[in-house]
């Protein structure tokens, strides 16, 4: 006889603890938009404050906190590729004219320069991806909210059919 396949990774880390929140009692629509607004505070394109920032959005609007510090940890290296581009993004909203800097020559400054320096040099930078992360922002929230919805509905669905 064979023995019973072992559950798959996307099954055990995945479906599963989406299927035991929907046992607890959380609906499919609070789960997508726990994974709506964490997704959003996830790319704030400052590095170090997005922990704080889901905990926040977390505790204001009730939501799952494993689950939004989860998504943060695996949005990180996202968040790290979108820097550059919500600053070239804020330089474009900004209509912002001048040198374009690297991120290397951004890393560089911040090793090398004092904190002052560091801002002085790379302040606006700061601005123009703000700006362009609060723009994209309510935009990725109902995008990730309405792609999402269906199919958690979906799964919570047949989670409790089996039940």
């Keep these: 006889m064979n023995a019973p396949a072992s559950p798959s990774f996307w099954h055990r ?11 607890q009692g959380v609906t499919p629509d609070k789960i997508a938009l726990t ?32 689950l939004l510090q989860t998504l943060n940890q695996v949005l990180g290296p996202l968040q790290l590729l979108l820097i550059l581009a919500y600053v070239r993004l804020g330089e474009w909203l900004w209509r912002a004219q001048g040198d374009r800097f690297t991120l290397g020559e951004m890393i560089q400054v911040f090793r090398d320069a004092s904190l002052g320096e560091f ?26 909210y309405r792609l999402l919805r269906p199919a958690l509905r979906r799964l919570a669905s047949k989670s409790t059919a089996r039940a």
């Design 13 to 23: 880390r995945v479906r599963g603890p989406l299927v035991a929140l929907f046992t």
């Design 35 to 66: 994974f709506a607004v964490g997704s959003a505070c996830s790319l704030f394109p400052f590095l170090g404050f997005t922990s704080l920032l889901n905990l926040g959005a977390g505790l204001w609007l009730r939501l799952n906190q494993p």
């Design 119 to 144: 801002l002085r040099r790379f302040g606006w930078a700061g601005i123009h991806a703000f700006t362009a992360w609060a723009v994209t922002t309510p935009l990725l929230i109902v995008l990730v």
